[in-house]
């Protein structure tokens, strides 16, 4: 019971830290372990993005006015899944391009392009963010998505 209330409270503040007032913690089975994770849900739609923090750091930058600034980042483990399964993928660089070509079958304009520049695992929110508008018959990503995204993260 206290590893479960330190690890939502963790969820609370790493959510404060990305800039999501109210972060959708969920529970979700990994499929490869069976194993039971505390997650946050990053990309809700057909095909869902959730992450896991698992260290942060800190860095200086100098601004333009010469002052020293403390910037702090967010290191993720991301779990691909969709809106109709309990159990999510880990993913990782090794298994990206096994795992995103499942996900993505539905999609063969978008799946042909795994791999490729702009459709690797660095990519890998915008691509599910630009696979749930295809799906949705939304059109393209706009600049204002990809803004979005870039803010939140």
Not at 29 to 40: G, N
Not at 45 to 54: A, D, E, H, T, Y
Not at 125 to 153: C, S
Request: charged share 25%.
């Amino acid at each position: 019971m206290k590893k479960m209330s330190i690890s939502l409270m963790m969820l609370f503040l790493c959510g404060i830290l990305l800039g999501t007032n109210n972060p959708k913690a969920v529970l979700k089975k990994e499929k490869s372990s069976k194993k039971i994770k505390l997650l946050l849900l990053e990309i809700d739609g057909p095909i869902q993005l959730f992450s896991k923090v698992v260290d942060t750091y800190e860095w200086v930058e100098v601004n333009e006015n010469n002052f020293r600034e403390v910037k702090t980042g967010v290191v993720k483990q991301y779990y691909m899944g969709t809106n109709q399964q309990e159990e999510v993928e880990y993913v990782i660089n090794a298994n990206f391009k096994k795992v995103a070509k499942k996900y993505f079958k539905d999609t063969p304009e978008l799946a042909k392009k795994i791999g490729k520049r702009g459709f690797r695992y660095e990519n890998l929110p915008f691509m599910i963010l630009y696979h749930n508008k295809l799906v949705n018959k939304e059109g393209a990503l706009t600049t204002a998505d990809v803004k979005q995204w870039q803010l939140l993260n």
